[in-house]
């Protein structure tokens, strides 16, 4: 067993060996082929701007590539995975709101009535659910 960390921006390619096991192929080959071509397609190099992200792009991409010329016999299944940035923290200054609500019997059209203080916090209510 192995241990490895990806850091941020970089792409892990999980795959089954359908991709491997082509007609016409040899594994060590095409594991090789596939490695290259996956490396391509994330480096955009021989591709157009497909506005796609790296691990929206890498699968697609490099199973057309591969399986174009050879075809395929088994199952294939690929996934990538990208490790982001940590975002930055988010801060956020908001005014509060708070509703007063009168029990379902009384209440007029609407129910409720809502007040907004600048600054102000607001706290649930702890009315008992047998007034609603």
Do not use: K
Not at 3 to 21: F, K, M, Q, S, W
Not at 110 to 130: E, H
Request: hydrophobic residues 35%; aromatic residues 2%.
């Amino acid at each position: 067993m192995a241990n490895a960390r990806l850091e941020p921006g970089e792409v892990v390619l999980l795959y089954t060996d359908g991709i491997i096991e082509r007609p016409g192929r040899d594994p060590a080959a095409a594991r090789a082929e596939l490695a290259r071509t996956a490396t391509d397609t994330l480096a955009e190099r021989g591709i157009r701007g497909t506005g796609l992200s790296a691990v929206d792009r890498v699968c697609p991409l490099s199973l057309e590539l591969l399986v174009r010329q050879s075809g395929h016999t088994d199952d294939i299944t690929l996934l990538a995975a990208q490790r982001v940035a940590a975002p930055e923290p988010l801060h956020l200054r908001l005014a509060s709101t708070s509703t007063r609500c009168r029990p379902r019997a009384s209440r007029g059209p609407g129910g409720c009535a809502s007040t907004a203080r600048a600054g102000a916090t607001s706290t649930p209510s702890r009315t008992p659910s047998a007034n609603w």
